[in-house]
């Protein structure tokens, strides 16, 4: 059952995410979680997984991972790793690579990590040897002055696409193991657009061309 929203002032009402205890008697699914059913699920998962433990979550997603996988360089701790770690949840990718520093900025992520395979690659160097034993083709995003249009570049379904960070853009060394650099059009003034922001771009693009037919 939804739960009721909550009253912040007269009259108004901030809506509340998620379902509150489940009606007994519980359903006797081993992929339920007693302390959810007990207690209500407010977190942010499809009504599908309403109730659902994380392990069995995870389970399910791993049936239909997409051959997409998303790598992030990680220098100067960019605080917009998190919500490419949340966008590339909801595209199901197979994987995320953090590449440089292992700890990154979980808090934007909002816990969506816990449903992903992250691997942490110290250098670019550990990072294309593990593309090129795995035969994945790394696209860089970036607006570089060697890339190529995103709007008109054929994506391959076996891809990572490696993103840099906000700011600094992708490092000369990432740039060298790419086998192409896309860019996004702008049409505004700014020079670049947030990374977390490009990544969805990028994930709905190549998405378009290998889900949708």
């Not at 197979?94 to 992520?109: E, L, P």
């Not at 250098?123 to 294309?128: A, L, M």
């Not at 379904?157 to 059009?185: N, P, T, Y």
Request: aromatic share 8%; charged share 25%; with cysteine.
């Amino acid at each position: 059952m939804s739960l009721p929203p909550g009253e912040i002032g007269p009259g108004e009402f901030y809506p509340v995410v998620g379902v509150g205890p489940h009606p007994k008697p519980w359903p006797s699914d081993e992929h339920l979680d007693p302390e959810l059913l007990a207690n209500g699920d407010r977190r942010n998962v499809l009504d599908k997984y309403r109730y659902w433990k994380v392990e069995a979550i995870v389970s399910d997603l791993n049936t239909k991972r997409h051959a997409l996988r998303i790598a992030i360089e990680n220098w100067q701790h960019d605080l917009n790793i998190g919500s490419v770690v949340r966008t590339a949840n909801a595209f199901n990718v197979s994987t995320v690579h953090i590449v440089g520093k292992r700890d990154w900025n979980r808090r934007g992520a909002m816990v969506t990590d816990k449903y992903l395979t992250v691997i942490h690659h110290a250098t670019i160097t550990e990072f294309k040897t593990w593309a090129d034993e795995n035969k994945v083709e790394i696209i860089g995003i970036d607006n570089l002055e060697i890339s190529k249009p995103l709007e008109s570049a054929k994506l391959p379904k076996e891809c990572v696409l490696f993103l840099g960070q906000e700011g600094a853009g992708m490092s000369d060394e990432a740039v060298s193991v790419c086998s192409q650099v896309l860019s996004i059009k702008q049409y505004g003034s700014t020079r670049s657009m947030n990374a977390s922001a490009a990544g969805a771009i990028a994930m709905y693009a190549w998405a378009m061309q290998h889900l949708n037919k």
